[in-house]
């Protein structure tokens, strides 16, 4: 490969790393949502250069290999129609796409709405961190490394919550974030939802002992050269942003000191493929900590209860990989035991009723309270959605030329609030602002069908199913323990995930992590199949037996310059 190729594939590493370091914890006070938009705009910045990259890359392997540019496009279709997970991916983006098109506001649904700027463009810009990620990623040390970066990044996240807490925060927020802690997300529910991704991440590699890639040779040249990109690029990000002079001087260098954040966790990850067993247990236990403190300290209920039904999902992956039968009755039972004890807690005359004035403890004794508050908030609003999707009715003044398709592509991505003030329940302005309008339903299943149509829930549905496949898959078939807790805590942060957006919203962070690790469960899956494949020619040829497992010392995996396999 060329010098340009092999810098353009530092590049789009480099723009994987940045992206879920700089989404979840760059924020700007100096603009008028602060959050979720800033992280977009910046996420969205990233992916155009990782893109520049790619097609860098995809002319330099074409002229070294003298591909024609057809024969490119054929095989990249046949790659798709061959794929269940690539195909069902690409139907996902193609029905969004679909969707905003005929949205009731395509602007807004193409673009993004002023609140949140999620819409089609950022769909692509987290569906491109996944393409990206399948296409680039060669080595399990870069599997590694993500994940590591993945990781630490909640510590910072972790601590400035800790910070609120304790009311030495130095930046005025308009509400009061000592008792409900926000973070870099500008939101308790969201900082929560953040938290149990990157914890069951921590727990996963503080399980796993030594690093997956300890036995890897690294090209310390290679690396060096891209934490130099890595802050080099800001650096120069910075030396742009300076330029508006209303900013102060320390403000404008924040994304350089999050690039060099970034670098410095991948030093970190280098250093730790030579650490024992016990100290890195010890490192990512410590951080799990901080993150699960901050978790507490968010008292985010539903973000908590998908951390609870992730960790069971750990216990029950692992014990289904291990046939524990032990390990999976137990695991049963717990859920059990604290989906009893969250009933009893919330009865009105429950014996535990003096355990709800223990602080961040209180606020799980309200789950039955749909009378105030926002239980009361939700419910109202799903009563309104509820109008929504079986009446449809016509929203705007204009005729709605796609009124009698609405059932199927829905009102359209980013399009919620408009649609939801036909059947606004007025209690909602004494519960919230009067000048509110619910652009979200807390629920991630009825927001698909509102926004997308029934083509873009089953769409969505269909996605997930497979990339849960393909994970599933992965866990059966690993027998490197360390990369088995690996694969497991990518399946619990997804079920974490999906459970907390059924009462939660899907925000930047969550989404840039869920995708990377979509991406991550897809290229494990592929080595996977491709040593499976390896091992059934080899006891074809008398080397083996059908069936035998591929050991864990000796993992086969692609070579990032030729393609090929090799051996550790």
Known sequence: MTRLGLFSQRVIETGWLLAVVLVPLYFDVFTTRVFEPDKLTLLRSITL???????????????????????????????????????????????????????IDPAVSLWGSHPRLQGFYSVVSYLTVFALIVANMRRMAQVSRLVTVMTLTGLPAALYGVLQASGNDPLPWGGDVTVRVSSTMGNPIFIGAFM??????????????????????????????????????????????????????????YPALLSLFAGLMVWAHEQLRRAAAWQIGVLFGAVAGFEFLCLV???????FIGLVVGMVAFALLWAWQTRN????????????LIAAFLVVFNLPDSPLAPLRSIPHLDRFGQLSDLDSGTGRVRILIWQGTRELITTWPQVGL???????????????????????????????????????????????????????????????LVALAAVLRAGLKLVAVETSFSNRMMFISFMSALVAHLVEVQVGIAIAA??????????????????????????????????????????????????????????Q
């Open 49 to 103: 250069v990782m893109l520049l990259a790619q097609v860098v890359l995809l002319i330099e392997n074409r002229r070294q290999a003298g591909i024609q540019p057809s024969r490119q496009a054929q095989s990249l279709r046949q790659v798709i129609s061959k794929d269940f997970l690539l195909a069902s991916i690409a139907a996902y983006g193609l029905v969004y796409l679909l969707t905003s098109l005929t949205s």
């Open 196 to 253: 149990i991704v990157v914890l069951t991440l921590a727990i996963g590699r503080a399980l796993g002992g030594r690093m997956p890639d300890a036995t890897e040779n690294i090209d310390q040249t290679a690396f060096w050269r891209a934490l130099a990109a890595i802050v080099g690029a800001n650096l120069l990000l910075a030396l742009l942003v300076a330029i508006n002079r209303a900013m102060p001087p320390l403000w404008f260098t």
């Open 297 to 303: 300290l968010s008292q985010s209920r539903g973000p």
């Open 325 to 336: 039968r032990t390990l999976i009755s137990g695991s049963i039972g717990a859920l059990a």
């Open 398 to 460: 204009e005729p709605d030329p796609y009124q009698s398709l609405r059932p199927l592509l829905g009102y359209g991505p980013e399009t919620m609030a408009y649609a939801a003030n036909r059947v606004y329940q007025p209690e909602l302005g004494q519960l919230e602002a009067r000048t509110a309008s619910p652009d979200r339903n807390h629920n991630d299943t009825l927001d698909h069908l509102v926004m997308t149509g029934l083509i873009g829930l089953l769409a969505y």
């Open 510 to 567: 969550t989404l840039t992590y869920f995708w990377a690790i979509a991406g991550l469960i897809y290229v494990s899956n592929r080595w996977a199949v491709s040593r499976t494949k390896a091992m059934v020619a080899e006891a074809g040829r008398g080397g083996g037996y059908a069936g035998q497992r591929p050991s864990p010392q000796r993992p086969s995996q692609p070579d990032a310059t030729t393609g090929g396999s090799r051996r």
